[in-house]
């Protein structure tokens, strides 16, 4: 090669990497509006602070929540029994697996679901961690299954039995 053929493309190299040194144009804008979303319509009656539906008790009574298994133990289709029947509520020590599940928030609950005193929720909730389950109360079946829904609808396993003494 001759040397100007050398000479010329040195300076074309140099010149291209001067280019490349230098402030470069402003990047050309493209632009990113989109529509906003379309207004939420919602009855004031059902709204919360956060904007989220409440479920009322006739909600979870409608609802079949099966978390842990289902609610009733020991269901026999052909045995006949009187709606009057009493029914238990057994609190599982399956509740406590779960971490964010406390026995604080359980005993709450149950003090809340059940109309039960603060500290009888409490000894009660105790004893189903330490021992697998404990007996929250007797009522009648309907009675039973309405609360034992409001319970594993707040990540509390319980289930419904007839009646044993003991």
């Known amino acids: ?11 074309i190299c140099l ?5 490349a ?4 144009s402003p990047p050309q804008a493209m632009s990113t509006v989109t529509a906003p979303p379309p207004p939420k319509t919602a009855d004031p009656e059902t709204e919360t602070k956060r904007g989220a539906r409440r479920r009322s008790a006739e909600d ?18 052909w045995e006949t029994r009187d709606p009057e029947d009493p029914f238990h509520i057994l609190l599982l020590g399956a509740t406590f697996e779960k971490k964010r599940v406390t026995q604080t928030y359980v005993s709450g609950s149950i003090s809340y679901v059940l109309g039960m005193p603060e500290d009888e929720a409490v000894e009660l909730t105790v004893a189903a961690a330490e021992n697998g389950l404990s007996c929250l109360g007797t009522w009648e079946r309907e009675e039973c299954l ?6 594993q609808v707040r990540d509390i396993v319980c ?7 003991g």
């Open 159 to 165: 289930r419904v039995v007839p009646f044993a003494e």
């Open 15 to 19: 010149a291209c990497l001067s280019s």
């Open 60 to 77: 979870i009574d409608d609802v079949t929540v099966y978390r842990e298994g289902p609610l009733e133990y020991l269901e026999d289709e």
């Open 1 to 11: 090669m001759s040397r100007s053929l050398l000479s010329a493309l040195l300076l």
């Open 21 to 24: 040194f230098t402030s470069p």
């Open 146 to 151: 309405k609360l034992g829904r409001q319970l």
